[in-house]
């Protein structure tokens, strides 16, 4: 005895459903690389290093995270500035991180709500012929040219919580000779392509899936338009 088994065949997806999936998926694809972005922007400001000056910044954090920060200082003619020390010495032993020290640079942040945080400048870390780079930290020098190492666990982090924030910032002491020197400070962003904080490491991926993504939703919508178009070319034909 035979049965004669009906074989169904799925119906194809709308067209008004392909649209909301493609809209969708944009919308999501969208959002995750405009977090990742303002999770990636550093935010900056001139600073004259003279004890007493005072700038404030407004910085936006989807995220909370402390605040890390640096200064940017001039560079002519790829000349050397032995002032700024250097990230040169011996390794580090018993807890100790022994660098060639700078000129001294301290400048006190805080925001409303709390206290004052204490950050050092480093010697120099980074550079080319344009500028160089000395890092801020709350890690401060024992001696000169001197750090715990590595940094210990209870260093005082600057919180900057999820929205605006404002930070207030003030040069305590410069050391000769770089006293009355303009520079850039920045506050660096939580996500970097080298360095990222633990709770925004899910968005790194967005800088190379930002490229494949525009590709791919571009090619998506050109193919949603000619069906589109081709459907509607098809009504006409019918009436």
Same mark, same amino acid.
């Given at each position: 005895?035979?049965?004669?088994?009906?074989?169904?065949?799925?119906?194809?997806?709308?067209?008004?459903?392909?649209?909301?999936?493609?809209?969708?998926?944009?919308?999501?694809?969208?959002?995750?690389?405009?977090?990742?972005?303002?999770?990636?922007?550093?935010?900056?400001?001139?600073?004259?290093?003279?004890?007493?000056?005072?700038?404030?910044?407004?910085?936006?954090?989807?995220?909370?995270?402390?605040?890390?920060?640096?200064?940017?200082?001039?560079?002519?003619?790829?000349?050397?500035? #032995?002032? =700024?020390?250097? $990230?040169?010495? @011996? !390794? *580090?032993?018993?807890? +100790?991180?022994?660098?060639?020290?700078?000129?001294? /640079?301290?400048?006190?942040?805080?925001?409303?709500?709390?206290?004052?945080?204490?950050?050092?400048?480093?010697?120099?870390?980074?550079?080319?012929?344009?500028?160089?780079?000395?890092?801020?930290?709350?890690?401060?020098?024992?001696? #000169?040219? =001197?750090?715990? $190492?590595?940094? @210990? !666990? *209870?260093?005082?982090? +600057?919180?900057?919580?999820?929205?605006?924030?404002? /930070?207030?910032?003030?040069?305590?002491?410069?050391?000769?000779?770089?006293?009355?020197?303009?520079?850039?400070?920045?506050?660096?962003?939580?996500?970097?392509?080298?360095?990222?904080?633990?709770?925004?490491?899910?968005?790194?991926?967005?800088?190379?899936?930002?490229?494949?993504?525009?590709?791919?939703?571009?090619?998506?919508?050109?193919?949603?338009?000619?069906?589109?178009?081709?459907?509607?070319?098809?009504?006409?034909?019918?009436?």
């Amino acid at each position: 005895m035979s049965t004669n088994r009906m074989v169904t065949t799925p119906r194809p997806v709308s067209l008004n459903r392909r649209w909301l999936i493609w809209g969708i998926t944009t919308l999501l694809m969208i959002l995750y690389v405009g977090a990742a972005r303002i999770e990636s922007h550093p935010v900056g400001g001139k600073l004259k290093l003279t004890p007493g000056t005072e700038i404030e910044l407004s910085l936006f954090r989807l995220f909370d995270n402390p605040l890390r920060m640096g200064l940017d200082f001039k560079r002519e003619g790829c000349r050397d500035r #032995p002032e =700024l020390g250097t $990230w040169q010495g @011996p !390794p *580090d032993r018993d807890g +100790l991180l022994k660098l060639v020290p700078g000129a001294n /640079v301290r400048i006190a942040a805080s925001t409303e709500g709390q206290q004052p945080i204490v950050f050092d400048a480093m010697p120099m870390s980074a550079h080319n012929c344009e500028s160089l780079w000395r890092d801020l930290t709350t890690n401060l020098a024992v001696g #000169p040219g =001197l750090y715990r $190492w590595p940094p @210990p !666990p *209870d260093m005082p982090e +600057l919180a900057l919580h999820r929205g605006f924030n404002r /930070v207030h910032l003030k040069v305590l002491q410069v050391d000769p000779p770089i006293i009355d020197e303009t520079v850039e400070l920045y506050a660096l962003a939580a996500l970097g392509f080298k360095n990222v904080r633990p709770n925004v490491f899910w968005l790194w991926y967005a800088f190379f899936l930002e490229t494949i993504f525009e590709v791919t939703q571009s090619v998506w919508l050109l193919l949603l338009l000619w069906w589109t178009w081709s459907s509607w070319r098809k009504r006409q034909l019918r009436a």
